[in-house]
């Protein structure tokens, strides 16, 4: 069955970098496009970046563009955030998630449990 | 970017009843080109229905979408107390591809 596992969430200081990580398991990576979405304590998701499956098309909201990068490495079968110059308002739960297409229908059908990032002194 | 407002905020019904949440859009959206999601308290969210009506795995036909233009609705009949969860609808569209800011369903 399909898996996503983030990891790589933690603790920063403000104007620190993270690297976060999606291991995906359970279908062949390499043919789908993925996703980063977080989610503030009690607030609701908020979608970030999306990589097509060949990393040819990239996407990314703009509150974010400029800082977080979204990348992927298929002989890995891992998807990547890279965040820069991290601030506070960046705290939050970060997830994966996989992109699928059905009958023209595009959407994100699988989604990891999620890595905590707090940005704090 | 496409403004997603979602209606109303919080709901709560009793078991058995029929839930209208509405997903209304800053511009014309392509029907097929909505989906919803389900999160339950303290769960990462899942995939619920596309725009095209395909319910993920394990979704009843209870739940069901429709609207078209700028205006949207996801319809739940029958609710079970299973079913109290925030719902998003997202856009698909072209990036960014933009959530609602969710309505909390209570049962």
């Known amino acids: 069955q399909v898996q996503l596992v983030e990891s790589g969430g933690g603790v920063v200081q403000p104007g620190r970098s993270l690297r976060l990580s999606c291991a995906a398991s359970?279908?062949?990576?390499?043919?789908?496009?993925m996703h980063w979405v977080r989610q503030a304590p009690g607030k609701g998701l908020e979608w970030l970046a999306v990589?097509?499956?060949?990393?040819?098309?990239?996407y990314s909201a703009d509150s974010v563009r400029g800082r977080f990068t979204i990348s992927r490495d298929n002989s890995k079968n891992t998807l990547y955030l890279q965040m820069n110059s991290l601030r506070p308002d960046d705290t939050a739960v970060y997830y994966c998630?996989?992109?699928?297409?059905?009958?023209?229908?595009?959407?994100?059908?699988?989604w990891g449990q999620g890595t905590l990032v707090i940005v704090s002194s | 970017e496409i403004v997603l407002t979602q209606s109303p905020g919080a709901l709560s019904l009793s078991p058995g009843e029929r839930a209208t949440l509405s997903c209304r859009a800053s511009?014309?959206?392509?029907?097929?080109?909505l989906a919803w999601y389900q999160q339950r308290p303290g769960q990462a969210p899942r995939f619920l229905i596309s725009?095209?009506?395909r319910r993920a795995t394990g979704i009843p036909d209870r739940f069901s979408v429709s609207g078209s233009g700028t205006d949207f609705a996801l319809t739940i009949s029958r609710l079970e107390p299973e079913d109290s969860a925030v719902y998003y609808c997202?856009?698909?569209?072209?990036?960014?591809?933009?959530f609602g800011q969710g309505t909390k369903l209570e049962i």
């Open positions: 990589i097509s499956y060949d990393e040819s098309r990239i």
């Open positions: 997202q856009h698909y569209g072209t990036a960014p591809y933009t």
């Open positions: 998630a996989k992109d699928e297409c059905s009958g023209g229908s595009c959407f994100a059908d699988h």
């Open positions: 511009q014309t959206v392509i029907s097929i080109y």
């Open positions: 359970g279908f062949i990576f390499r043919g789908y496009g």
């Open positions: 725009g095209a009506s």
